[in-house]
Structures are given as structure tokens and as C-alpha cells.
């Protein structure tokens, strides 16, 4: 079981795919805090320990400090499917703890990945 934040760019199907494999999954799509900022987003994931799943690119900033993971969804021509088939993939692709501190970029044929091993 893993803790996953699914930024509110990605489909409803996969949280519900996450949340059936038994992830804690928080997504805060009608919620308060919906829109927020990425920092406000990033004190989030640090302190809940979460793996976050988006399409923001920015977030690769944080990839030479602590997290708990960093799956970024960058598809030219992405739909519900295709995001959904390539984040459940690269989730299983994974163990728990080995998320910790990794970064992953999916492409449309290339999956790239990076490993902070600091602190």
C-alpha cells in the first residue's frame, strides 16, 4: 500500500484504480483546496509522505531533495486511457520504498527515470 496524491489533472478512473489495488489515495478535486499553489501542494506531499502523480513538469525542481516519489505524465497526445494504462504501469513497476526519492517521467515510448540518494 502506498500513499499517492493525485493532482487534479489526472482522471477520476485512476484514483479509482489506485484506491481498488488498496493505495491511500488523496485527491483533492472538490475540495477547498483545490487550485492550490504547488508549494502549499509540495508541504503537502512532504509532510503526509505522499508518491505525487501529475502532469506538471515543474515539479521536477524537486528532484535533488527528499520525496517520496515524483511520477510526471508528459504524453503528446494524452487521453483518459493512455494516462491511465502508463501511470498503473509504472506504479507496479515499483516496490513501496522504492519510490522514495525516485522520479519518473512518462513519455510516449520512453519511460525515464531518476533517483535522488541524498537525505
Same mark, same amino acid.
Given at each position: 500500500m502506498m500513499k499517492i496524491f493525485v493532482d487534479e489533472n489526472i482522471p477520476l478512473m485512476i484514483v479509482q484504480?489506485?484506491? %481498488?489495488e488498496g493505495h491511500d489515495v488523496l485527491d483533492i478535486r472538490?475540495?477547498?483546496?483545490?487550485?492550490?499553489?504547488? %508549494?502549499?501542494?509540495?508541504? *503537502?506531499?512532504?509532510?503526509?509522505?505522499?508518491?505525487? *502523480?501529475?502532469?506538471?513538469?515543474?515539479?521536477?525542481?524537486?528532484?535533488?531533495s527528499f520525496h517520496c516519489g515524483i511520477m510526471i505524465i508528459r504524453l503528446r497526445q494524452p487521453n483518459r486511457q493512455k494516462i491511465h494504462q502508463r501511470v498503473m504501469n509504472a506504479v507496479g513497476q515499483?516496490?513501496? %520504498?522504492?519510490w522514495r526519492g525516485q522520479l519518473v517521467i512518462i513519455r510516449d515510448m520512453v519511460q525515464s527515470s531518476w533517483r535522488f540518494e541524498g537525505d
Open positions: 484504480a489506485l484506491r %481498488e472538490g475540495t477547498t483546496d483545490e487550485g492550490m499553489d504547488d %508549494e502549499s501542494l509540495w508541504k *503537502i506531499l512532504q509532510d503526509e509522505k505522499r508518491l505525487l *502523480i501529475t502532469t506538471d513538469k515543474g515539479f521536477a525542481r524537486h528532484r535533488n515499483f516496490k513501496t %520504498e522504492d
